[in-house]
């Protein structure tokens, strides 16, 4: 087992990566089995099997991925910065601007 980054957060992260892989690999095995039972014209219970536990795997890659995009950006669900471009200084700007136009095109009329 490889030796982990000493600061807890690291140690989470390289955790999430190494399921996120484990389960990149579980996806590519699925795919890969279904292509050559497709190629084949196998259309059995089993494929329908298949189609379920890929449909599981890629919820799960989702969720994986998501959790470790936050924690390597250092953040929890709760605590995501608001978008600049919705701060109160922005919409002053924007609606100052669409006064502006609206006045331009009012005198072009």
Same mark, same amino acid.
């Given at each position: 087992?490889?030796? #982990? ?10 955790? #999430?990566? =190494? ?8 996806? @590519? *095995? #699925?795919?890969?089995?279904? @292509? ?50 919705? /701060?109160?200084? /922005? *919409?002053?700007? @924007? ?7 609206? =006045? ?6």
């Amino acid at each position: 087992m490889p030796k #982990l980054p000493t600061h807890p957060r690291l140690q989470v992260v390289t955790s #999430l990566e =190494d399921e996120f892989n484990e389960l990149n690999g579980q996806y @590519k *095995a #699925l795919v890969g089995s279904t @292509k050559a039972d497709a190629l084949h014209g196998k259309h059995e219970p089993a494929s329908a099997a298949r189609a379920e536990e890929l449909l599981r795997v890629i919820k799960h890659l989702q969720q994986k991925g998501y959790q470790l995009h936050l924690m390597r950006r250092g953040l929890t669900g709760t605590q995501i910065l608001p978008d600049a471009r919705f /701060s109160p200084e /922005s *919409a002053k700007r @924007k609606s100052a601007a669409l006064r502006i136009l609206h =006045d331009f095109r009012e005198a072009s009329s």
